[in-house]
């Protein structure tokens, strides 16, 4: 399918080029004919459909009825995003459509924000670091240790262990499953990126001092960038599972709708980490949009005697958010399953 014509519809058009072609290598645009159902009331398929040309009935509760036509503003968005699907939609004429994996989307989605968000920490954290200050101790000044229990501080530095690295050694290649993450004791890194036409994008150098890698063990992504060394030095890595048991655990901290509400009735405040054009089409009512992409930058505009409940589609995007938040001292929960998980009847959703 053309990346030009998938680009004209949300969320679609916030992908990179990369991407979006990715997308549109695994779309095709499909035929629906008159009188047939593209879906079913209460079905709860995960396909995002867009109409391209025709006209589609929406049969609700009650005899309710919509029509959508191909071609209008409307037709932007995804036809009826609730799950389980509120309306039948039925072709009046014959019409043309292509559906998109919402699991597929969501994580291209959150692969190019959390690819964006990385690379503005690390050079945040490569300036504000001393080269030659013990590795222990600059750890220790994260505000993530300050929401683990003692006996895992502990664990963490006998977890570690230091690798020993060469200069031009590939620590992290893009595309690859995370296995550990870093920490950088001696030398310097490159990160960079790869387009699907091969070329190498330099996103930042690192150096001692600086973490990375958390990424992709905090959302279960995908690696989105590569990190190699630019000198020979010292890494201390801690392997995935005790990540996930010594830092991701005890930190994210996730609620379901219900508790959600209780909290925000009692102050906490309704925080969206989708797109923009995502959250103008669907989103829970009084709740702050700050993308991803942009959290990092945002976070300081944030109140830190405020609970925030962070929410997504599915709870990847979220998840990210909600860690990096706790660990500048916020107090944030992510809402367990996104908007795709709340049940018709709880669906707060304009």
Known sequence: MN???????VPLSELTSDNLQELAQKTRIEILSKGKALFKKDESDNFSYYLLSGELLLLGEGGEKKIIRGGTPTTRFPIEHHRPRRYTAIAKSECNYFRVDNDMLDILLTWDQNAGMMVSDLEENAANEEDDADWMTMMLRSEIFHRIPPSNIQAVFMRMEPVPVTRNEVIIKQGDEGDFYYFIHKGNCIVTHSTKSGKEIKLAE?????????????????????????????????????????????????VDYAEARKMVANGAVWLDVRLDSEHKNVAIPNSMNIPLYLLRIKSGTLNHQTKYIVYCDTGRRSSSAAYLLNERGYDAYFLEGGLRGLKTEESPTK
């Open 206 to 254: 690192i150096e001692a001092g600086t973490g990375f890698g958390e990424e992709a063990l905090v959302s279960e992504n995908k690696r989105n960038a590569n990190v190699t060394m630019l000198t020979d030095g010292v890494l201390m890595r801690m392997a995935k599972k005790d990540f996930v048991e010594l830092l991701k655990a005890p930190v994210l901290q996730n």
């Open 3 to 9: 990346n030009q014509v998938l680009r004209q519809f």
